[in-house]
């Protein structure tokens, strides 16, 4: 079973900077699309960006100019780099991996557990 885990969440004031990272582990398997996403309280979930395997991005126009999205095949990692961080980006952010396990015809969304992003005004 592949795992995705993030890490670099934390408490920043406006105008600081974070870089969070995932890294998803396993077995046998291929990554495709990977992923941030940001979840606040009383509000659905959205892409705040995305990466092809081949390094297509797509950035959320909310942080354009001041988030980077980036990936590492070989170690089957993402990073998501927020710079000039303002009070609207804090929230859960989540990694999305859509993976397929060797063997098997099928790709299937997976999940981190999510790391918190908080800025102080």
């Known amino acids: 079973q592949v795992q995705l885990v993030e890490s670099g969440g934390d408490l920043v004031p406006r105008g600081g900077s974070l870089r969070l990272s995932c890294e998803a582990s396993g077995s046998h398997f291929s990554i495709d699309n990977m992923g941030w996403y940001r979840q606040v309280p009383g509000k659905e979930r959205e892409l705040i960006a995305s990466?092809?395997?081949?390094?297509?991005?797509n950035i959320a126009s909310s942080v354009k100019g001041r988030f980077t999205i980036s990936r590492d095949n070989a170690k089957n990692t993402v990073a998501l780099q927020m710079n000039n961080l303002q009070s609207d980006d804090t929230g859960v952010y989540y990694c999305y991996g859509r993976i397929r396990e060797n063997g098997k015809s099928y790709w299937t969304p997976s999940w981190g557990q999510g790391t918190q992003a908080t800025v102080s005004s």
């Open positions: 990466v092809t395997r081949e390094g297509t991005s």
